[in-house]
């Protein structure tokens, strides 16, 4: 036991000398979280926006004051000539161009119509289609307003309440997919990079004629790893929860049991990991394309999971981080207990133990 | 000069010679990007709802008959009972709770108006909004409907209507993948370029070769650009088969000059392989610099603008893009592809990304040490 | 013995600091054109920090030290041109073929075709390994490494090859081809300054120098080394000069 321990210290020794990927590994987090909380906002605000106003009436002119008094447009120009709009939008600063119709207030007061072509640049398609939403919706409200005098005689009023997130903060999203990255980072990415490095130096033949078993050489090799993903699991939930102001409603004693079994299960990736490579340039790239790049996108982290395509549906079953965010979500943001989480808990469980096991048999594969 | 083609040589019989090496340069990256196109929508589909309905009048069954004809929502399960909706909705089994009140009906024909309460699954803002934005069209049509069933029962009035249509270009059906190809093809690029490259020097370091090399009068610049060229022709090689890959399964429209476009792209992994370089000259072990490039790479992406719009971020962060090449490539692969912009539409971003590439190697040739 | 008068290498008060810890304390040595000079001491006296000095990877913290007339503070390009350098651990690519690995450093050393494939040949032929040339490196024997690491630190004819252990781990068999290797060299006018801690091997160079603990605590030929301390053999000379520290 004394002999794992000094092991276990020399391990740490091996990180904590090691200035720069220290402060990378606090720092990424920190980084991550400031730049969702701050920077990423899938909501618009000051979009680009020409207008062609051919009538310039005080139909057309209340209506475009009306989107420019709202934060969410900003007016780079008036389009004179309404061939233009293609060398507009390739300039690649316009994002919707406002098309009002000729003589629009005389065809509103007489015809009781009028119309407005909202142009945009769907080159990118979620902006664009959300700029038109936000300009539709802010037309109907004039639409609205001019009418005030007849109002509608039958009206069905739709009274939403935003539960579990009444001010629709983001940081509700993000600090769970944030946690489940950095843990994957830390626990599957570093733990498989620095067992490969033992064997593409040579020091891992070493370490396996001394007399650790091979299980204390592995453990000795996680350890270090499992106390700093611990480090930033909760430096995670405290920057949300002060910050943010992300809740925990539920127990964070299971928080943190759940946070260890994800620490354990991305350990044992990264474990499986560096028994199938033999370099740590491949222990990187299999673990970046592998568990990063799906769990950004495929855990349900930025896109939600219900709108991909039935088959991403399917593959995002395997994806462990996904019950992971699920798991924490439903714990810190609706309290809920063991008794609502057992399921996704089983499969991390089920998953944990499916890579170590796979992991023990190629290792020994390997030793024979 | 030949001396730099005697490293290239060495250098690509390295790389080949490595069998992992080509699955990783070009499967990998390919499934991925086959995959992950499909993840970036904001589009909703199948939102699950819930009714209470406690009414079970007509309107409120052709109300909720109109939410299930929309292709954005699909009707769970109805009950009586909110304590049971809501108890769905903490189990994720619906997003959504429609709650019609029991005097719905006669309140509606009796007082002209009467509310719904949406309870929306709010703890992603984003997808709740676009939630509460369907559903509150859906209701907005539906009044439309009533009013126009029930015009004997009330008096028809003259209202101002405008009218808005919406016309996108570039990509008319909104279609999400070939908006998403572009930018998930640039991190595939940058990734294998910049950790490659980034890799590559310091491997030499942890293996010992690089004092070998240091006691020959090569020169640094020589010494750079022999790590540097074959992953900067690797990854240019790769953008060719990812965009072939996109034409032939996706069709992704290539409306600019690909010239200008490969132009662009072999300046700005002129400056991300710089970066990775530099990184490598100051770390000693390939996990340092993977952290630190991985750092880096992370917070490029995330700040560009690829998931979400740039104007919404705040100004300075909008500021601290400037230094950001990413976004640079980004946005030129968007417009190229797409829009067909052409070279003079570009000219600052070439401007920049031209500084950005020889600030980025001459960091690495004065940081890489042959003498310490 | 041959006369050697000319100097190749000149280390006037060599002081190399980390820190504190001081690894060359004020060395002063020569070495003369074409002799084989041995650096001998134990593991830790500073052996490898002075010849990486020496070879222009590292700067000395003072001292005035010239090789093969350039100095190491201003002129370690044109150094490098003139030497050849076998380090301590293993650095040829072991992922490269033995032909590949001679072209790559003929090539750097800015060698003309021609003559890469004509050194590769006849480094080949003495080394009785014309059927490996195709051979990745990593498949090869240690003590063959070895001696193929030597080839290639001498292929561009360099005035001074600097050999940091390098017959670190191989058989007795393999370390006397390797000193009949250096015999050869040293024979055609290539000077050899090597380290070992093999004392037996120190019995074979023209003149060597013993380091304990950062400082050169003798410097003479063997055979006048032996006699001032009157003993047999040079490792006996060595453990009296560590055993007086």
Redesign the interface.
């Given at each position: 036991m004394k002999r794992f321990w000094s092991f276990v210290i020399k391990e740490f020794y091996h990180i904590f000398r090691d200035r720069k990927t220290l402060l990378i590994l606090f720092g990424l987090p920190v980084t991550l979280i400031l730049i969702f909380g701050y920077v990423i906002r899938s909501e618009i605000k000051d979009a680009n926006i020409a207008i062609y106003d051919p009538s310039k009436d005080e139909i057309t002119k209340d209506i475009s004051n009306k989107l420019l008094a709202s934060d969410y447009f900003n007016l780079v120009e008036n389009v004179q000539n309404i061939q233009e709009i293609d060398d507009i939008f390739k300039k690649g600063v316009v994002r919707e161009i406002i098309v009002f119709e000729s003589d629009f207030a005389r065809k509103l007061e007489q015809n009781g119509e009028a119309s407005i072509q909202l142009i945009a640049d769907a080159s990118d398609a979620n902006t664009a289609n959300l700029v038109v939403n936000y300009t539709r919706a802010i037309i109907f409200d004039y639409m609205n307003e001019l009418n005030r005098n007849n109002p509608n005689p039958l009206q069905i009023l739709a009274e939403p309440r935003m539960v579990y997130n009444e001010e629709m903060k983001g940081a509700y999203m993000f600090v769970p997919g944030t946690m489940a990255l950095i843990l994957m980072l830390v626990s599957a990415l570093m733990t498989s990079i620095s067992i490969v490095r033992e064997k593409e130096m040579g020091t891992m033949e070493v370490l396996l004629v001394s007399p650790l078993k091979p299980a204390q050489i592995i453990l000795g090799k996680v350890t270090p790893y499992v106390t700093l993903s611990l480090i930033n699991a909760v430096t995670i939930i405290l920057l949300g929860y002060f910050v943010f102001g992300v809740p925990i409603h539920g127990s964070v004693f299971l928080l943190l049991a759940e946070c260890m079994l994800f620490i354990l299960l991305a350990l044992s990736l990264g474990l499986l990991i560096s028994t199938l490579t033999s370099s740590q340039r491949a222990a990187m790239f299999i673990s970046l394309f592998s568990l990063m790049l799906p769990t950004i996108l495929l855990s349900g982290f930025i896109f939600p999971v219900e709108n991909m395509p039935e088959i991403l549906q399917w593959l995002s079953v395997i994806v462990p981080p996904k019950y992971f965010i699920i798991i924490i979500k439903d714990i810190m943001l609706k309290g809920v207990g063991m008794s609502f989480v057992w399921k996704e808990t089983l499969v991390l469980i089920g998953m944990t133990t499916i890579f170590i096991l796979l992991s023990i048999r190629k290792f020994k594969i390997r030793l024979d | 000069m030949?001396?730099i083609?005697?490293?290239l040589?060495?250098e690509f019989?390295?790389i080949f010679?490595?069998k992992t090496m080509l699955p990783i340069i070009f499967i990998m990256p390919l499934v991925q990007m086959l995959v992950l196109v499909y993840t970036a929508t904001l589009e909703m589909k199948n939102i699950e709802v819930v009714v209470v309905d406690r009414d079970l009048s007509q309107t409120s069954r052709e109300l909720t008959a109109k939410f299930d004809g929309s292709e954005f929502f699909i009707i769970r399960g109805s009950t009586f009972d909110l304590k049971e909706a809501e108890d769905m909705l903490r189990e994720n089994k619906a997003d959504l709770i429609i709650n019609i009140p029991d005097d719905f009906e006669r309140q509606l024909f009796r007082e002209g108006n009467v509310k719904v309460q949406l309870q929306i699954n709010a703890i992603n803002a984003t997808a709740a909004g676009l939630t509460n934005a369907y559903a509150t069209s859906i209701i907005a049509d539906f009044n439309r409907h009533i009013i126009t069933e029930s015009i004997n029962m009330v008096k028809p009035v003259q209202m101002k209507k405008i009218n808005v249509a919406s016309s996108f270009w570039y990509n008319p059906e909104l279609n999400y993948k070939i908006y998403m190809l572009p930018g998930i093809l640039v991190i595939l690029v940058t990734i294998i370029g910049m950790f490659l490259t980034a890799l590559n020097l310091v491997r030499e370091k942890e293996?010992?070769?690089i004092?070998?090399?240091?006691?020959?009068?090569?020169k640094k610049y020589q010494f750079i650009a022999g790590k540097l060229i074959p992953f900067w022709i690797i990854a240019l090689f790769e953008l060719a088969f990812g965009l072939t890959i996109g034409k032939v399964i996706f069709d992704i429209p290539m409306e600019g000059n690909l010239l200008v476009l490969f132009a662009f792209a072999a300046i700005y992994l002129l400056a991300m392989l710089g970066l990775g370089l530099f990184i490598s000259t100051f770390s000693s072990t390939q996990q340092q610099v993977m952290f630190i490039a991985f750092f880096f790479f992370l917070t490029f992406v995330m700040m560009s603008g690829i998931f979400t719009p740039v104007e919404s971020m705040p100004e300075w962060a909008q500021k601290v893009n400037v230094v950001n090449p990413f976004a640079y490539f980004i946005k030129v692969n968007r417009m190229n592809l797409l829009k067909g912009s052409g070279f003079w539409d570009f000219r600052q971003e070439f401007l920049a990304l031209g500084i950005y590439a020889i600030a980025a190697l001459s960091l690495a040739v004065w940081k890489y040490r042959?003498?310490? | 013995m041959r006369n050697y008068t000319e100097n190749i290498i000149e280390a006037e008060n060599l002081v190399k600091k980390f820190g504190d810890f001081t690894a060359n304390d004020r060395l002063n040595f020569q070495v003369k054109k074409g002799e084989i000079f041995g650096f001998l001491g134990a593991n830790g006296a500073g052996k490898t920090t002075a010849i990486k000095i020496l070879?222009?990877?590292?700067?000395p913290t003072s001292g005035n030290i010239k090789v093969a007339g350039f100095d190491v503070y201003k002129q370690?390009?044109?150094i490098?041109?003139n030497?050849?350098?076998m380090?301590q651990?293993?650095?040829?690519?072991?992922?490269?073929t033995v032909k590949?690995n001679f072209?790559?450093?003929?090539?750097?050393?800015?060698m003309r075709s021609g003559d890469i494939r004509e050194k590769t040949g006849f480094f080949l032929k003495k080394l009785d390994l014309e059927k490996s040339g195709d051979t990745?490196l990593s498949s090869i024997p240690l003590g063959w490494k070895q001696k193929l690491a030597f080839s290639i630190a001498i292929m561009h004819d360099p005035k001074i090859v600097f050999l940091d252990e390098p017959t670190g781990g191989v058989d007795p068999v393999t370390r006397r081809q390797f000193w009949d290797m250096i015999y050869e060299t040293a024979h055609n006018g290539i000077t050899v300054f090597v380290t070992t801690h093999y004392m037996d091997e120190a019995e074979y160079c023209d003149r060597v120098s013993i380091m304990v603990d950062g400082k050169i605590e003798a410097l003479d030929t063997p055979g006048n080394l032996k006699e001032k301390f009157r003993v047999e053999s040079m490792n006996e000379v060595f453990i009296k000069l560590a055993r007086k520290k």
């Open positions: - | 030949r001396t083609l005697f490293i040589q060495k019989i390295q010679r490595n293996m010992g070769t004092e070998q090399i240091n006691v020959t009068p090569i042959k003498v310490v | 070879c222009g990877l590292w700067l370690r390009e044109k490098k041109r030497i050849g350098y380090s651990k293993f650095s040829l690519y072991e992922d490269l590949e072209r790559f450093y003929g090539g750097i050393y800015r990745v």
